[in-house]
């Protein structure tokens, strides 16, 4: 009974979906996405349905290239040089690169490469969880002279012999620091967006006065002003970086925020799309 009912509410949806992918989603977008699972694309399915989501809106077809981060290291190129050649081929094709969430340190030094390609050749950047972490590295070290000792801190947040206790998990408030960011537009200048949360590690708020100096800006912070939830970098077309994982509540026809900002940018129709949507509209 229930099922019937959520079919018959879902179908409009659905049908509306499907025609628009078969009527105007013909023209691709290469996107570079770069992480330690790329083996098992389940393994980032929110992530995939979420571009999906953002393309179908921009009436653009989601081309995904999968960039196994440990390919593009140096150490790659002594070992297997033609998976080394063929990823930082495909990074540089692309029209905009996401770096997902994960855990370890597999891969890391080849998701930091990709956001410095990224950072420099003004490539459309987002960077969720791990990834927003990443690119603090990477601008850390390309800026200053930091440890990422230094740059990340682990809060006591709950038992450390329970699993799940350490983590920072569930829905959480991120306030806007100012309204003249990019996301905060994308948000329809929204004050504060709930974003939900799975991570460890966090940006050390001390470290924060350095960096922003040098010129990222961390535009969201929790309530409490010590949790660093959202980074940009001014100067670059799009570079976000998200402690949280807006992907959990992409949906067809309502696509992330986050996500659409990264199709438009890549396309390069952000710029016109705020402009039209300044008023929240």
Known sequence: MLFH????????????????????????????????YVGLADSYLSVVKALLHACIACS????????????????????????????????????????PGGFGDRGVGGMI?????????????????LGMQIS????????????????????????????GSTMRLGSRRTLFQTPDCVTSKLYRNAEYVDERHRHR???????IGVLEEAGLKFVGKDE???????????????????QFHPEFKSRPGRPSALFLGLILAATKQLEAYLNTHQNGC
């Open 5 to 36: 009912i959520f079919s018959t509410l879902l179908q409009p949806l659905l049908e509306n979906t499907k025609e628009k992918l078969s009527q105007f989603c013909h023209v691709p977008v290469r996107i570079a996405m770069v992480g330690k």
């Open 60 to 99: 653009l077809k989601p081309s995904i290239d999968w960039i196994a981060a440990s390919d593009l290291e140096d150490e790659s190129a002594k070992l297997t040089p033609k998976d080394h050649a063929a990823a930082w081929e495909t990074l540089r094709n692309a029209e905009c690169v996401l770096v």
């Open 113 to 129: 490469l990709a956001a410095k390609y990224a950072r420099e050749n003004n490539i459309p950047y987002l960077g969720i969880c």
């Open 136 to 163: 603090v590295i990477e601008f850390a070290r390309s800026v200053g002279d930091f440890s990422s000792n230094t740059l990340f801190h682990f809060p006591d947040i709950g038992s450390r012999t329970h699993m």
């Open 201 to 207: 590690y966090e940006v050390n708020p001390e470290a």
């Open 224 to 242: 409490t002003g010590k949790r660093m939830e959202i980074l940009e970098l001014p100067s670059h077309p799009f570079y976000v970086g998200v």
